[in-house]
C-alpha cells in the first residue's frame, strides 16, 4: 500500500473493503488501494483522525454507524452527465407515448432513476416527459441513490458550469436554466418538481418503491459482483409494470446474469421481461 503518513495497512484496507461490499455491494480490489485512501482522507480530516488506520479503529468501535455511512458514501463513484448515452434516452422519447396510448388516459406513468448521483438522468427523463406534455400529473419521475450528499444535490437542482456542459444541447440549457452566483446554474422549477430524490439502497427490497414502468438503473451493476448484479436485476424485472423497460448503462448487461429480463433488438441497452 502507499508510503504516505495516512497508509492503509491490508487489514485495514480489506476491513473498509468488506464495509462497502455489505453496505453497498461495491467491490473494492486491492488495485483501488490508493483510490480507496484518496477518498478517504478529506473524511480522515473532518473526523479528526490521524490515518486510515485509526479510521478502521473508529469504524470497528461502538457508535459508528454514522461514519460508516460516510465512507460507504465516500467511496461511491457518482460520475454522471446528461442525457447519458443518448440511447435509452431516444428510445424512452418514442416509448413513453405508445405506453400511454396502450394504457388509455387517466393512467400514471412512473419512471424511476435508480442510482441518480447528482440529478443528471432524472433531469433527462423529465425534459423528455415536459416535451412529450407528460410532466407532473401523467407522469412521475422517482431519483434514488446510496449517497445523501449526492441525493441532496440532486434535490437543489443547481449544476456547475462544467456539468451542465456534459450532454446538455445548448438549446436546452437556456431553455431550462438560469445562471446563478457562482457561475453555476439553477434547473427550472417546473422540472425540479418533476422530480422526487430520495434515500435508496440498491441491496435492499424495492417491492415498497411500487411498479415502474421505465427503470434507469445505468452505471452502477458495473461495481457489482455477480451475485449481487443477478439478484438486483431479477428485482427490477419483478418491479415492472407490463409493457415495462429497464435501461442499462453501456458495459451493461444482463446476459449470463439473469434470464427474466431480454434486450430489445435493436435498441442498445433496453431491456424487457422475457
Ligand atoms: C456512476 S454513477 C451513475 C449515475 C447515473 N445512473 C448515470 O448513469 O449517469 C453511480 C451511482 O450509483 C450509486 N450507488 C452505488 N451503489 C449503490 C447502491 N447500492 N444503491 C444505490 N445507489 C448506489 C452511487 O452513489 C453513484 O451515485
Known amino acids: 500500500m502507499s508510503a504516505s503518513s495516512s497508509a492503509l495497512s491490508t487489514a485495514g484496507f480489506d476491513f473498509i473493503a468488506g464495509l ?3 453496505r453497498s455491494g461495491i467491490v473494492l480490489t486491492p488495485d483501488k488501494a490508493y483510490m480507496m485512501e484518496t477518498r478517504l482522507s478529506p473524511l480522515i480530516r473532518r473526523a479528526g483522525l490521524g490515518s486510515l488506520d485509526e479510521l478502521v479503529l473508529k469504524l470497528r468501535g461502538p457508535r459508528a454507524e454514522k461514519l460508516t455511512q460516510e465512507v460507504v458514501e465516500a467511496l461511491t463513484t457518482n460520475e454522471s452527465f446528461f442525457f447519458r448515452d443518448g440511447k435509452p434516452f431516444e428510445h424512452l422519447r418514442r416509448f413513453l407515448p405508445t ?7 387517466g393512467t400514471r406513468l412512473r419512471v424511476w432513476s435508480a442510482a441518480c448521483s447528482s440529478g443528471q438522468e432524472a433531469y433527462s427523463i423529465a425534459m423528455i416527459l415536459q416535451e412529450l ?13 446510496i449517497s445523501m450528499e449526492m441525493v441532496e444535490r440532486a434535490r437543489s437542482g443547481v449544476f456547475t458550469q462544467f456539468e451542465v456542459q456534459r450532454g446538455l444541447p445548448v ?30 439502497n440498491l441491496l435492499d427490497d424495492p417491492r415498497s418503491l411500487g411498479r415502474f414502468d421505465a427503470i434507469f438503473c445505468r452505471n452502477v451493476l458495473i461495481y457489482f459482483d455477480t451475485e449481487t448484479k443477478t439478484r438486483v436485476l431479477d428485482r427490477l424485472a419483478g418491479l415492472l409494470l407490463p409493457g415495462g423497460v429497464v435501461y442499462l448503462g453501456g458495459a451493461e448487461t444482463v446476459l449470463g446474469l439473469t434470464t427474466r429480463l431480454v434486450p430489445v433488438p435493436g435498441e442498445r441497452g433496453a431491456y424487457v421481461v422475457a
Do not use: M, N, Y
Open 20 to 22: 462497502a461490499r455489505s
Open 99 to 105: 405506453l400511454r396510448a396502450a394504457r388509455g388516459p
Open 133 to 145: 406534455g407528460l410532466q407532473a400529473g401523467p407522469a412521475e419521475i422517482l431519483g434514488t441513490d
Open 171 to 200: 438549446q436546452l440549457l437556456v431553455k431550462h436554466f438560469r445562471q446563478i452566483e457562482g457561475g453555476r446554474w439553477q434547473i427550472a422549477d417546473a422540472l425540479r418538481a418533476a422530480a422526487e430524490f430520495r434515500f435508496w
